[in-house]
């Protein structure tokens, strides 16, 4: 296994208490495989994956849990320690290539910049390299010598790509890459980065709110919600077979990338303040199936091979995805 999260606890550091983003959050990253971590927004993604490059506000605290990398715990490990990890085997593509590039500085500067300060290469190989690079997300050369300001919001987005693998690191974290962006381009980003994952064999995390981008690229998934893994295992299984109703809601909720149209319905209401949130399972707020027992702990249900779900009523879930399917289960129901 190349990377392994093991019952991860992040808190902030805030004005009105601490806030528990990542509360007791595992999953795996197999060599050479694409994992989605999906989730309405705060419900912890980005605080659980920046953990991993330590790329975090002063705020964030390590409150439990493990991060292995080819078998080393990089959680104890001190900042200078860490950075020698970054761009080399990891790399982090962050929400918005904007974050990701500098708008004073041409393109190529910046590839050629992180070849040079954190690969040791010379001028002219980086130069050299980041051509490469840039060949290999889909973007022309003479395009090196561009502002980001000078890109569409597709290009900006291949651009920090092709930085993220400017030092061929294992494993890239990509945050929302695609958000921010329309369906048709977004579609042509994500088959980019899926063929040069595959040619690659790259390790990738791919953290979105979007179940169809999971569905189109991941082969498994991690579902968070309200800081918490509800779901996970390989995609086919969890998408297919949904065990937890938060997945059939956000199945509703999206169209498919490239897919044929359907009717679509929200979940009502939004994600728990975690800076208190409820006892027990955190969505029965929001869930048509809740019942009593949904105020204690949900139970961990293994589905089948590597698919678990938390949820008290997994062992209904086939009767209950029919009734999740039909929009109407998803109208009127919040109760907070
Ligand atoms: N710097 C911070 N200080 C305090 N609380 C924070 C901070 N950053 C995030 N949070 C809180 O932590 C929780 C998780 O946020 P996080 O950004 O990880 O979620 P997310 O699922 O990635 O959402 P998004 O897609 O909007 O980034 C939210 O409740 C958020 O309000």
Redesign the pocket.
């Given at each position: 296994m190349l990377l392994e999260v093991r019952d991860l606890v992040i808190d902030?550091?805030?004005t009105r208490g601490r806030?528990r983003?990542?509360d007791g959050v595992s999953f795996d990253v197999p060599a050479g495989a694409v994992v989605g971590v999906v989730?309405?927004?705060?419900?912890?993604?980005?605080?659980?994956?920046?953990a991993i490059t330590r790329v975090m506000?002063s705020?964030?605290v390590f409150a439990g849990g493990s991060i292995t990398l080819d078998g080393v715990n990089l959680v104890p490990l001190s900042e200078r320690e860490m950075k020698k990890y970054l761009w080399r085997d990891i790399a982090y593509v962050p929400?918005s290539a904007m974050n990701a590039l500098d708008p004073v500085w041409r393109v190529g500067r910046q590839i050629e910049e992180v070849l040079v300060d954190r690969g040791g290469m010379d001028r002219k190989a980086a130069r050299t390299r980041a051509e490469e690079l840039f060949a290999m997300v889909g973007l022309e050369a003479k395009r090196l010598g561009d502002y980001p300001h000078q890109f569409s919001g597709g290009m900006r987005q291949r651009a920090s790509i092709a930085l993220g693998l400017a030092l061929s690191p294992k494993l890239v974290i990509a945050?929302?890459p695609v958000t921010a962006l329309d369906v048709v381009i977004q579609r042509q980003v994500l088959d980019t980065f899926a063929e040069l994952q595959k040619q690659l064999n790259l390790s990738v995390i791919l953290?979105t709110?979007d179940i169809s981008v999971v569905a189109y690229v991941c082969d498994y998934v991690v579902v968070?919600y309200a800081?918490k893994v509800v779901e996970s295992g390989p995609v086919a299984e969890v998408l297919d077979n949904p065990a937890h109703p938060y997945i059939m809601g956000l199945y509703n909720a999206f169209p498919e990338l490239g897919g044929e149209d359907r009717e679509l319905s929200p979940i009502e209401g939004s994600?728990p303040?975690?800076?208190d949130p409820p006892k027990g399972c955190r969505f029965r707020a929001r869930c048509p199936f809740a019942i009593e027992d949904c105020v204690s702990d949900p139970p961990e249900h293994k589905v089948s091979a590597g698919h678990l779900a938390h949820c008290h009523r997994a062992l209904e879930a086939g009767a209950l995805r029919e009734t999740a399917k039909k929009t109407a289960t998803w109208v009127g129901v919040t109760s907070e």
């Open positions: 902030y550091r805030a806030v983003a990542v989730g309405e927004s705060g419900c912890g993604k980005t605080t659980a994956v920046r506000p705020s964030a929400q945050d929302e953290v709110h968070m800081g994600p303040d975690l800076l």
